[in-house]
């Protein structure tokens, strides 16, 4: 017999932004608030599995969860990793994810998907909110948090029927040259590549602009399509007054933060629970810590005219303070 009860609906926290924001950070805090659930970079939990598949990448920090065990072996992310290899194939969902939200080659198939609701997508909006609700029910969380970052997929789940799920959008943004200067001091021609990067100084600070602009104006142009559940804050701010950001961001997504406002105030660690691909905080727990900012010691000056250059207004409009209204 069907059963007539509607399903809880689910509140869906996307964090929006570029690499190296401090988007981690804010997941992991987000996450500690009452009923929430933290999940790292939810949309790349195939390549957790993936990665574990390769024996030579067996050690790549991606294979393991935040709580220190292997993606397959942790707690949590067994348990949905069996229940939706019950529903799809892993891999196909990976395929899929990259049609539709996989930065710039995504866009015109998003766009299709969108105004001719496509079979494809249709079917991968369905996976999604699935998946959103069996991580939410698995983890015992009315509240899931993700930090995937990646535009297109703040689309997809912006389409998430209204009447099950719970959509918002907190978009990250931290100070360009702080983010080019981590960028450029970790970036590898390959994610499983080690040592110091073989690129020239300047093309690696345009590519990392060009990738700090890029993520910070698609999550920008979703915000704009999504005004009245869309918030955007300074991971500055977050540092220099965790209080008052945090009251904020409770009041925006209606969460009850007074826990995480308690540890923060009184400088207890975040556990770090169960985030995917957030490799900041493997095994360990988060403080919020104001540390010195790279940007604040100056980038080489060849670098800071790339940046002003490339980037400029993009700094200095996002520097202005940006008012919004909470969700209706
Ligand atoms: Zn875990």
């Known amino acids: 017999m069907p059963d007539a009860t509607p399903p809880p609906k689910i509140k869906l926290v996307y964090i929006l932004g570029s690499s190296r924001s401090g988007s981690t950070a804010l997941d992991t805090v987000l996450g ?3 009923g929430a659930l933290s999940t790292g970079e939810l949309g790349h939990l195939h390549w957790a599995l993936q990665e574990g598949d390769i024996p030579e990448y067996a050690t790549s920090s991606i294979a393991y969860c935040s709580c220190g065990a292997r993606v397959e072996q942790c707690p949590l992310w067994s348990k949905v990793v ?15 994810a990259d049609r539709f939200e996989t930065p ?26 699935w998946s959103a609700r069996s991580v939410a029910e698995i983890g015992g969380a009315t509240t899931v948090v993700d930090s995937t970052k990646v535009a297109g997929r703040g689309w997809c789940y912006s389409l998430l029927p209204s009447s099950e799920f719970d959509v918002r959008f907190v978009h990250v943004v931290r100070d360009g040259p702080s983010v080019v200067s981590s960028m450029i001091s970790h970036y590898k021609p390959h994610k499983h590549d080690s040592g110091p990067s073989p690129w020239p100084r300047l093309a690696a600070t345009a590519f990392s602009t060009a990738h700090w602009v890029y993520m910070n104006l698609a999550s920008s142009c979703l915000g704009a399509f999504n005004r009245r559940r869309y918030l955007r804050v300074r991971f500055e701010d977050l540092l220099d007054d965790p209080d008052g950001t945090l009251e904020k961001l409770g009041r925006f997504l209606d969460l009850d933060v007074r826990e995480v406002r308690g540890r923060v105030r009184s400088g207890e660690p975040m556990p770090a629970g169960h985030l995917l691909c957030g490799n900041r905080t493997k095994g360990s727990a988060l403080r919020l810590v104001r540390a010195p900012a790279p940007s604040e010691a100056g980038l080489p000056l060849g670098s800071s005219l790339v940046f002003l250059w490339l980037a400029g207004w993009l700094q200095w409009a996002y520097a202005r303070p940006w008012p919004r209204a909470g969700p209706a």
């Not at 069996?82 to 899929?96: F, K, M, N």
């Not at 496509?118 to 079917?123: L, N, S």
């Open 82 to 96: 069996s229940a939706w290899g019950q529903q799809q194939d892993l891999r196909a969902v990976g395929r899929e």
């Open 32 to 34: 500690g608030s009452t």
């Open 104 to 129: 710039l080659t995504s866009l015109p198939t998003l766009l299709l998907g969108r105004l001719f609701r496509t079979r494809a997508f249709r079917e991968h909006l369905e996976f999604l909110g």
